[in-house]
């Protein structure tokens, strides 16, 4: 997996990373005039594998019937850039990562993330990688909050904005979800009072996910394919183990954290670039 790392990263809060990772994928060729890039974003539970994924992540990448050759997100023609936001747990800087002055996983303790300190990081690392302009910023979900804080904060770096089942603010309401989230994993008897072991709460994130999945409409989508209930539940199962493996009790916290500071709505005369927004 590729990852870049930055030394010296400031937050809205006012704490400073000493250094921050940040791991990415690419699909496509970079052309000459570094022109043709598309930066993909992802949602809260979701990772940089976009068009694929390894066996850690899910059997298939969240935009694989998008972005390839000849598809919506053209691989022949553009260069797709999708990063892992910080705070996530698939290979950048999260609750997982040992605070440097510990020596010990951040946990509870991991600095607060805004919407901006994660696009302000995705700049970061388009620039190291040469890119000065966007063809396009796409997103669905928490990856459209990206796109509409990449249309504020940087409003001259690309063409268009392509956001999905999003909004300018959080109105899903992620915050109200907080406080249930960790009452649930504090009934677990290896919560060790918000210090669990690693892999401890597996099972638990595990019936999570496959709850999240269900919400998503996984089961309807299997069953259109043709599996009947055994197949279905066996592939639902599957999916969330592999998430839970993963996935850290307050990475997720961390992440609904950061979702649920999101909000542009007085900065939206910001924006210069067209924006498409679909709501499925």
């Known amino acids: ?52 994924a390894p066996t850690f992540d899910s059997r298939v990448g969240w935009g694989v019937n998008q972005i390839g050759p000849g598809l919506v997100y053209d691989t022949e023609r553009y260069f797709v850039v999708s990063t892992n936001v910080v705070g996530s747990a698939y290979g950048s800087t999260c609750a997982t990562s040992p605070d440097p002055r510990t020596g010990k996983p951040w946990g509870r303790s991991f600095p607060a993330i805004t919407m901006e300190d994660v696009v302000r990081v995705q700049a970061r690392l388009l620039d190291r990688l040469g890119i000065e302009r966007l063809k396009a910023v796409v997103g669905c979900s928490m990856g459209g909050f990206q796109v509409y804080q990449w249309a504020v904060t940087f409003p001259d770096r690309m063409d268009r904005l392509i956001a999905t089942d ?85 990475v997720l916290v961390s992440l609904y954290r950061t979702a649920s500071s999101f909000d542009v709505r007085d900065r939206l005369d910001r924006i210069r670039a067209p924006i498409l927004l679909v709501m499925a």
Do not use: C
């Open 1 to 52: 997996v590729p990852t870049l790392d930055m030394k010296d990263v400031r937050t809205q809060a006012g704490h400073v990373f000493e250094e921050v990772q940040v791991a990415y994928q690419t699909y496509g060729r970079l052309n000459d005039r570094r022109d043709n890039v598309i930066l993909v974003t992802h949602g809260l539970t979701s990772s940089h594998w976009a068009a694929e």
């Open 166 to 250: 999003t909004a300018d603010h959080d109105s899903f309401d992620l915050g109200a979800a907080i406080p249930g989230l960790i009452e649930r994993f504090s009934r677990n008897p290896r919560w060790n009072d918000g210090a669990p072991p690693a892999g401890a709460l597996e099972e638990e994130l595990t019936t999570l996910r496959i709850e999240m999945l269900r919400g998503f409409g996984l089961r309807e989508k299997l069953a259109a394919r043709g599996l009947d209930g055994a197949a279905i539940d066996a592939a639902v199962a599957a999916e969330a183990r592999d998430w839970a493996r993963l996935m850290d009790p307050w």
